[in-house]
């Protein structure tokens, strides 16, 4: 399990996304930690146009499986934009907080509970959809309600408010 932690700490996004692990130190919340992030700026906005950012930035603590920029790329030309618009805050509040989980999760719990549980560990998103981890190799990877597959590509970042997981891949509710 040791290996597996270390595997999980040490992977790098794909490009040049790094976090600083000391992301909560000063205070500084997850959209703080996010913010002070430039591969998080799609999330950055998109939380914004969802009027999230008091409620990420409140006490929590939450676990954040946190889209890179490069993950909103892979999504269908449009999709980004179509989701920042007014008209689909419902639509863009149901995906951001299907990204979030109520408590605080490190990369070791996850792992235990996906060995505990025959190899896949059911997560109830605070948007009320679910989430699959399991375990590819040394990665953890969640699949969605539609069948889409992220890759956890950093895990562990400190907030004062919770903990980020970076993963490759947008998870979308049904």
């Avoid at 909560?24 to 996010?34: S, W, Y």
């Avoid at 549980?117 to 040394?138: D, M, Y």
């Amino acid at each position: 399990m040791k290996k597996v932690m270390i595997a999980l700490m040490t992977v790098a996004v794909t490009g040049s996304a790094v976090f600083a692990n000391n992301g909560g130190k000063d205070g500084e919340t997850i959209v703080g930690v996010a913010a002070g992030n430039k591969d998080f700026s799609t999330l950055v906005a998109a939380v914004k146009a969802a009027d999230l950012v008091e409620t990420l930035s409140s006490e929590g603590p939450f676990t954040v499986f946190a889209p890179t920029n490069d993950a909103f790329a892979k999504l269908p030309a449009g999709t980004v934009d179509g989701l920042l618009k007014p008209e689909a805050k419902g639509t863009l509040t149901a995906v951001l907080t299907y990204h979030v989980v109520a408590g605080e999760f490190k990369a070791a719990a996850v792992i235990e509970a996906i060995k505990k549980n025959k190899g896949k560990f059911e997560i109830t998103t605070v948007q009320g959809g679910k989430l699959i981890a399991s375990l590819k190799g040394k990665n953890v990877i969640l699949t969605d309600e539609k069948g889409n597959v992220a890759t956890v590509v950093i895990a562990d970042v400190a907030a004062s408010n919770g903990v980020i997981h970076a993963i490759d891949t947008v998870v979308m509710p049904k």
